[in-house]
């Protein structure tokens, strides 16, 4: 089975610009969860996804947002990007969003902010 | 509010020698467990996970850890540490939700 994707890998934007990333679960997963990593502040929750609906949210302000689309693909947006959005973006995806599931983590979007 | 803590942002240890990676939790109530680790430029993949049972939990490539409800903690071990255990290990609770909450990650350095 084909892991957890995350497109594009790099990605270097300039401040007050948008960004996209994309995330693919592993095949049969409906639930899909981003975390942004900082040296600093580790992993942190953005938001959790399950059957297209938002279930979770972290403490992020409202520029980030995301969406998941039937086939449980998830996108999340970064809406006019800050220096501190600099960050590994990492998607990661489990069967059914259970806490006792294990995720399984893509290897994340470099997302640079100059 | 739910909160992880490693203590230890950087261990070293020579190879061979026994690998102990802290981590404490705080929970109103007992939580699911786990250990991640991540090797440079790649995503996190779980060592082990605690949910219920058996508190002496064992994982992938020797390690486990063990469940203390009253010392609040799950640290982690590895009676031998090899050069490729050299990696970013991160502790997480998770509660209701599939909401995690992760530590700050412990690097893991292997003196040959």
């Known amino acids: 089975k084909a892991g957890v994707t995350q497109t594009p890998r790099y990605l270097i934007k300039t401040r007050g610009q948008q960004v996209t990333l994309s995330c693919s679960p592993i095949s049969g997963h409906r639930s899909v969860s981003w975390y942004q990593q900082t040296p600093g502040q580790g992993l942190q929750f953005l938001f959790e996804y399950f059957s297209e609906t938002q279930r979770n949210k972290g403490n992020f302000p409202g520029r980030f947002s995301g969406r998941q689309f039937s086939n449980s693909r998830s996108e999340m947006n970064v809406s006019t990007l800050e220096l501190g959005d600099s960050a590994l973006y990492l998607c990661?995806?489990?069967?059914?969003?259970?806490?006792?599931?294990?995720?399984?983590f893509g290897p994340g979007t470099r997302l640079t902010v100059l | 509010a739910q909160s992880v803590t490693q203590l230890g942002s950087h261990v070293s240890v020579s190879e061979g020698a026994l690998v102990l990676l802290r981590c404490n939790y705080s929970s109103s109530v007992p939580p699911y467990l786990f250990w991640y680790v991540q090797y440079p430029n790649q995503g996190l993949q779980l060592l082990l996970k605690y949910t219920t049972g058996a508190t002496l939990v064992k994982g992938i490539n020797g390690f486990e850890a063990e469940f203390k409800k009253s010392e609040t903690s799950f640290h982690l071990t590895k009676p031998s540490a090899h050069m490729s255990d050299a990696a970013e290990y991160f502790c997480?609770?998770?509660?209701?939700?599939?909401?995690?909450?992760f530590g700050t990650g412990t690097s893991l350095t292997v003196i040959p």
């Open positions: 990661a995806s489990s069967l059914g969003g259970g806490s006792t599931d294990t995720q399984y």
């Open positions: 997480a609770v998770s509660l209701t939700g599939n909401q995690f909450y």
